[in-house]
């Protein structure tokens, strides 16, 4: 049975320890962009991390700040003949020194994504 709330305490969920509020160095609030130094509790017996709804929405936040900075772009998968294809930008093809003609291969790091790299 999880511990009542006491004096503000806040108790782990998993193994019903006190939990400690603690600087994270580093945490992905949302998959691929990461915050640093970060408030949070952290449990001393199991790790786990819980986060105030104060705390969530201030990391929710910072997530969408980066989001306006970090260099990406959008772009749709085309069909040329039997093959997929996908639009570099300029900028990043500057970015990386690409150019026409370079060789690149292409290897899998997820069932969502692959990396494309020059060789």
């Given at each position: 049975?999880?511990?009542a709330?006491?004096?503000?305490?806040?108790?782990?969920?998993?193994?019903?320890?006190?939990m400690?509020l603690?600087i994270?160095?580093?945490?992905?609030?949302?998959e691929?962009?990461?915050?640093?130094?970060?408030?949070?509790?952290?449990?001393?017996?199991c790790?786990?991390?819980?986060f105030?709804e104060?705390q969530?929405?201030?990391?929710?936040?910072?997530?969408?700040?980066l989001?306006?900075?970090i260099?990406s772009?959008k772009?749709?998968v085309?069909?040329?003949g039997r093959?997929?294809?996908?639009?570099?930008?300029?900028e990043?093809?500057?970015?990386?020194?690409?150019k026409a003609?370079?060789?690149?291969?292409i290897?899998?790091v997820?069932?969502?994504?692959?990396?494309v790299?020059?060789?």
């Amino acid at each position: 049975m999880v511990k009542a709330l006491q004096e503000g305490k806040i108790y782990c969920a998993r193994c019903d320890e006190e939990m400690k509020l603690v600087i994270l160095p580093r945490y992905e609030f949302e998959e691929g962009i990461t915050l640093h130094s970060l408030p949070g509790y952290k449990c001393s017996s199991c790790n786990k991390n819980f986060f105030t709804e104060e705390q969530a929405q201030e990391m929710a936040a910072r997530t969408e700040e980066l989001k306006g900075s970090i260099f990406s772009f959008k772009r749709k998968v085309l069909i040329s003949g039997r093959s997929l294809v996908v639009g570099i930008p300029v900028e990043l093809a500057d970015h990386i020194h690409l150019k026409a003609g370079t060789a690149v291969k292409i290897l899998p790091v997820s069932n969502d994504g692959f990396l494309v790299k020059k060789l």
